[in-house]
T-cell receptor, first 116, second 115 residues
Framework: DTAVSQTPKYLVTQMGNDKSIKCEQN?????MYWYKQDSKKFLKIMFS???????INETVPNRFSPKSPDKAHLNLHINSLELGDSAVYFC???????????????FGEGSRLTVL | AQKITQTQPGMFVQEKEAVTLDCTYD???????LFWYKQPSSGEMIFLIY??????QNATEGRYSLNFQKARKSANLVISASQLGDSAMYFC????????????FGQGTRLTINP
């Protein structure tokens, strides 16, 4: 069983469309995240949820809206897609909400979004 | 604010040799954790090793060890006896121990192991 699974793995869409990426973890972790990896491989946090509560909300356009229906699921909805949104989006979870031991992130396989 | 710097964009190493991937960090907080991740060409991110700022000994996990030099603010990853399967991007990351987890990642180093 995949620990952190994301769907879809690939998304190709036109500018202006709305799309969603879904994420589920079966590790029993309380904390989940969305990270964005750009074309230069740079990884940056977007959002973090702890027990369904939004904890971290980086400077992200409000076209991006995360939703956590329960602590095992974290979805990402993107409105009015722009060319610059093309990237790989990683979902992750962690046992602890800190940089301490046990705080390592478990990542999904990533969702590659291409906006044409 | 935290900052992570990986100064080697690419490294080429012969199979079976040891390799050191550099990572320096900057923070004014005394309590933090350092992480290394591997990203093969297939794209997934794999956790390798962790070092806490108060840990007295350098972390080791199999062929991976972390050369932690606190005064120099460096946390280099050492891979012993490299294998072809070690070819990948490697990312150093840091997170503060107090407060919400926010891992800050370095730019990555692309490691290529030659047969």
């Amino acid at each position: 069983d995949t620990a952190v699974s994301q769907t879809p793995k690939y998304l190709v869409t036109q500018m202006g469309n709305d799309k969603s990426i879904k994420c589920e973890q079966n590790l029993g972790h309380d904390t989940m995240y969305w990270y964005k990896q750009d074309s230069k491989k740079f990884l940056k946090i977007m959002f973090s949820y702890n027990n369904k509560e939004l904890i971290i909300n980086e400077t992200v356009p409000n076209r991006f809206s995360p939703k956590s229906p329960d602590k095992a699921h974290l979805n990402l909805h993107i409105n009015s897609l722009e060319l610059g949104d093309s990237a790989v989006y990683f979902c992750a979870s962690s046992r602890r909400l800190s940089g301490g031991a046990g705080g390592e992130l478990f990542f999904g396989e990533g969702s590659r979004l291409t906006v044409l | 604010a935290q900052k992570i710097t990986q100064t080697q964009p690419g490294m080429f190493v012969q199979e079976k040799e040891a390799v050191t991937l550099d990572c320096t960090y900057d923070t004014s907080d005394p309590s933090y954790g350092l992480f290394w991740y591997k990203q093969p060409s297939s794209g997934e991110m794999i956790f390798l090793i962790y070092q806490g700022s108060y840990d007295q000994q350098n972390a080791t996990e199999g062929r991976y060890s972390l050369n932690f030099q606190k005064a120099r603010k460096s946390a280099n990853l050492v891979i012993s006896a490299s294998q072809l399967g070690d070819s990948a991007m490697y990312f150093c990351a840091m997170g503060l121990i107090q407060g919400a987890q926010k891992l800050v990642f370095g730019q990555g180093t692309r490691l290529t192991i030659n047969p």
